[in-house]
């Protein structure tokens, strides 16, 4: 019987990776990646640019009170909603085909002064692929373009709006 709780304790560590994390080694790791995130940005920018540059393993441990603690050791204020928009959005798992359409629509629309608006030109193309937010926005990063998460939330409920013609067509008449 002791050698099997002996197993099952030693087992657990590959199940519950995330206590792996409270080392001072991530610590390190998290303090190397903070040194490569924007100053200028919002405090909430800061945090994706921190989330997005973790590894896969990383990612999948990490938990919110982790990433809370270590910017509150900063100086930063973030909610912790905030916190779980961006680890979803760098948690999310883009195909490496949706990757590449989406650099290449960026790359044939006509530049634009505001990423943003490019943004919304690119959602409205029938080629886009339709990701969730947090594809979208993990998607969208990969070619080094930041959107929030509730700026992207507008964006992608207008630009997937489908209006039938007759209700259209009754707008444009008034």
């Not at 948690?91 to 359409?101: G, H, I, K, W, Y």
């Not at 193309?125 to 959107?147: D, G, N, S, Y």
Request: glycine share 0%; proline share 6%; charged share 20%.
């Amino acid at each position: 019987m002791a050698s099997n709780i002996s197993s099952v304790t030693q087992s657990s560590h590959h199940l519950f990776p995330s206590r792996a994390l409270a080392q001072p080694s991530f610590e390190k790791q998290l303090e190397f990646y903070w040194a490569r995130v924007a100053k200028n940005e919002t405090p909430v920018g800061r945090t994706e640019q921190l989330l997005f540059q973790l590894n896969v393993q990383e990612l999948a441990a990490v938990t919110n009170a982790q990433i809370l603690r270590f910017l509150h050791s900063k100086k930063v204020s973030v909610q912790r909603v905030s916190v779980n928009c961006a680890l979803r959005a760098a948690r999310a798992v883009v195909s490496p085909e949706d990757l590449q359409l989406i650099e290449k629509l960026w790359q044939n629309l006509p530049k634009e002064p505001d990423p943003l608006s490019q943004v919304r030109k690119m959602l409205r193309l029938e080629a886009c692929p339709q990701l969730t937010q947090p594809e979208m926005r993990k998607a969208l990063w990969h070619i080094q373009v930041f959107v929030s998460a509730s700026t992207m939330a507008q964006m992608m409920s207008v630009a997937w709006l489908n209006i039938p013609k007759e209700t259209s067509a009754l707008i444009k008449r008034c």
